[in-house]
């Protein structure tokens, strides 16, 4: 029979080194290694992990997964990560403490992330991290301004046979714009 002691340093070993480096330093405080497996195949080319810890976010447990461009959430169980964040995208980082727990507050525009329930002595090295890892992530591009506001082609071709038929384009001009607007669909 296998030891869980043995299982674990079994799915320890199948991790990416730096995936395997970050989640170390939390020990046996984390007790299955297999909640960090569906990790790697969310990384993208080139990308590094550089802190993982545990804690909540929208009410469930998981791990929190730092890496040198996003915040990766993924709640235990679960393969598929419920935050994914760009660093770019992240304005300020806070830390609250209790006596044993704490949370980081992310402010994201208007809108802000929290992961709470992250061990007291893991806090402040990831909300250092975090702060480290925006500065050192390229900013995100400004939102786009709002597209022309969109034309509807039916009313469009509407417009230019009137056009047409007053006289004010010829048929050519009306047979190209008809097939722009055509292509558009």
């Not at 960090?36 to 909540?56: C, I, K, N, S, W």
């Not at 709470?116 to 002595?121: C, D, F, H, T």
């Not at 250092?128 to 082609?153: G, L, N, S, V």
């Amino acid at each position: 029979m296998v030891r869980k002691k043995e299982q674990s340093a079994g799915a320890m070993d199948t991790l990416r080194p730096d995936i395997r480096a970050a989640a170390a330093r939390l020990g046996s405080r984390l007790r299955d290694p297999g909640e960090l497996a569906p990790v790697e195949g969310y990384l993208r080319e080139h990308e590094t992990v550089r802190f993982v810890v545990q804690g909540t976010y929208e009410r469930a447990g998981g791990v929190l997964v730092l890496t040198d461009a996003r915040l990766i959430f993924f709640h235990r169980r679960v393969t598929k990560p419920s935050l994914d964040l760009s660093l770019g995208s992240v304005d300020s980082v806070r830390s609250t403490s209790g006596l044993s727990t704490g949370e980081v507050a992310l402010a994201v525009g208007e809108k802000t992330v929290a992961i709470s329930r992250i061990v007291k002595n893991d806090l402040e090295p990831l909300a250092h991290a975090i702060r480290q890892a925006r500065e050192a992530a390229p900013d995100e591009p400004a939102p786009a301004p709002p597209a022309a506001e969109q034309i509807d082609p039916f009313v469009a071709m509407e417009k230019l046979s009137a056009l047409r038929d007053r006289g004010v384009i010829t048929e050519a001009e009306f047979a190209a714009k008809k097939q722009e607007l055509l292509d558009r669909l």
